[in-house]
Structures are given as structure tokens and as C-alpha cells.
């Protein structure tokens, strides 16, 4: 059943409309974090630390992390959502900076506790029943759409999106829609705006799904950190019939207004 507009507005500003929407700014210390290089405060994700772990087996040498963090309640894959983020890549000594980040809503088996291959498999390749945008660096500089793990497919196509040669501050937007899901992601560092779309069925990765995002070095390193984390549930949305131009419209509203949300949170951070 189409909701009535007033509700959709609701939801798309996030104002109170239980039969419709939940929307919260997450507390990462609420989530379950996986790997070595996983920590939380309220406000700040950390997927892999400055440095990396020294290998045991070969001194002198560096191994990398995987992680990986995951609200702990499912996500009903008959519902949408539109989230924002902020991710940033920060240069502690290693040149370009390694190895990028995923945010992911995966059914894999390992559930709550599944991280993937380190390095440039950003800690999902390899898990299956997924669906998410992958934020590369190193030499990938690639922001794209995967599916099932598959985090090398297409790795040639960089879409003119620099992420890894300077430190990067990356606003991230993400939404699922009547079966469609886009991103769009702004590199304050190099002014650069890349998006993509994809008709998906979340349905089809089961009935519901984990939440949260991956990261992974190699040789190289880099702090990775996830911040301004806005996630807002569009009740019933997520397949259904494709919403009129109107409701559209609305919804677009309320996907715009959380990354205006997080651009002000940061600034204000800042001042």
C-alpha cells in the first residue's frame, strides 16, 4: 500500500512518523566489530589504525588489517533506507595511503561476524550475499557498486575519482529505493563527484540483512575512519511499486537534507 504523502514527507525529513520511518544517527559503540583493527567511540568508526601489525614470521616486514563493524539488528530487505557518511583517509607515513572501506549490507553466513580478504578486498571480498559501495584507494582510486564479494570485478574502472594520493574527506550518500541503489560520493580533497545506480532486489539476498562497513590494508596503511552516520528506514519501500514523481521528489528531499546534515556536523566539528 502507497503511503500517504504526508508520511513520506515525514520520513524524508526525518521528522516523527512511526508507522513509516526510524531514523537515528548511529553510536558506533553500539555496533559488533570484527578484526584486530576495529575500534569505536560514539561518534567515530575506526576500520584500520595508522599503522600496521608487524609479521611474526618476518621481521622488518608489516601485514595488514581486515574489519569489519555491523549494527546488530537485521535489516528487513522488503524496506528501503537512505543513509550519509563520512569517511576519511588519513596518511600516516605510507604513500599513497591503502586500502579503502566498503559500506555493505551482506546475509553472508559468518552473520554478525563476517569479515572478508584484507588489502585491496577492503575486508568484504569473498562474503557472500551482499550488496554495497566500495570506496577504494591505493592504486584503485574507485568508488562503484558490488555485489556477492566481488570486489575486483570491474577494478580497471577507476571513474576519475583520486582517492589515495592525499589525505581524503569523503561524504558519502546512500540510498535503496523500489528496487534501485545509488550512490553518490563528493572527495572534498580533490572536488570530485562520482555516483552509480543499480536495479537490485535486496529481497533476494533473504529475508533480512546485516548493516555496517569493511576496511582493510596490505603493506601499506592508513587510518580509516567512518563518522556523520545517518540511517533512515523507509517502512515497506524497498521493492514495491516505483513511487510517484511526487513521493519521488520528497524522498529525494530527505536523501539530500542527510548529507547537508553531515557537511554541517562536520563543519561545526571544526570550527
Known amino acids: 500500500m502507497k503511503l500517504p504523502v504526508p ?7 526525518f521528522l516523527s ?3 513509516s520511518a526510524q531514523a537515528a544517527v548511529v553510536d558506533f559503540t553500539t555496533m559488533v566489530l570484527n578484526g584486530d583493527g576495529a575500534s569505536a567511540t560514539s561518534s567515530v568508526l575506526t576500520l584500520t589504525p595508522g599503522a600496521n601489525l608487524a609479521d611474526p614470521d618476518d621481521a622488518g616486514s608489516n601485514i595488514g588489517y581486515e574489519s569489519s ?8 530487505t522488503t ?5 550519509s557518511f563520512t569517511l576519511t583517509l588519513t596518511n600516516t607515513g605510507f604513500d599513497p595511503l591503502a586500502d579503502g572501506i566498503t559500506f555493505i549490507l551482506q546475509n553472508d553466513p559468518n552473520g554478525l561476524n563476517a569479515v572478508g580478504g584484507g588489502g585491496g578486498g577492503v575486508g568484504a571480498d569473498g562474503l557472500a550475499f551482499n550488496i554495497g559501495v566500495a570506496l577504494r584507494s591505493w592504486d584503485n582510486n574507485q568508488a562503484r557498486i558490488f555485489t556477492n564479494g566481488n570486489i575486483y570485478a570491474n577494478a580497471g574502472s577507476r571513474g576519475n575519482f583520486n582517492l589515495g594520493d592525499q589525505d581524503d574527506v569523503v561524504d558519502v550518500t546512500i540510498s535503496y529505493l523500489a ?3 545509488s550512490f553518490t560520493a563528493y572527495n572534498y580533497a580533490t572536488d570530485v563527484l562520482i555516483s552509480g545506480s543499480r536495479n537490485f532486489n535486496l529481497a533476494s539476498l533473504g529475508p533480512s540483512v546485516y548493516v555496517g562497513f569493511t576496511g582493510a590494508t596490505g603493506l601499506s596503511h592508513s587510518l580509516q575512519e567512518v563518522s556523520n552516520w545517518d540511517f533512515a528506514i523507509l517502512s515497506g519501500a524497498g521493492v514495491g511499486g516505483v513511487p510517484e514523481p511526487a513521493t519521488w521528489a520528497m524522498m529525494i528531499l530527505g536523501f539530500g537534507a542527510l548529507g547537508v546534515a553531515a557537511r554541517r556536523r562536520r563543519a561545526l566539528a571544526a570550527a
Not at 69 to 76: E, S
Open 7 to 13: 508520511a513520506v514527507l515525514a520520513t524524508a525529513l
Open 79 to 83: 524496506d528501503g533506507f537512505t543513509t
Open 179 to 181: 528496487g534501485v541503489f
Open 69 to 76: 563493524a555491523y549494527l546488530d539488528t537485521p535489516f528487513l
Open 17 to 19: 512518523s512511526a508507522a
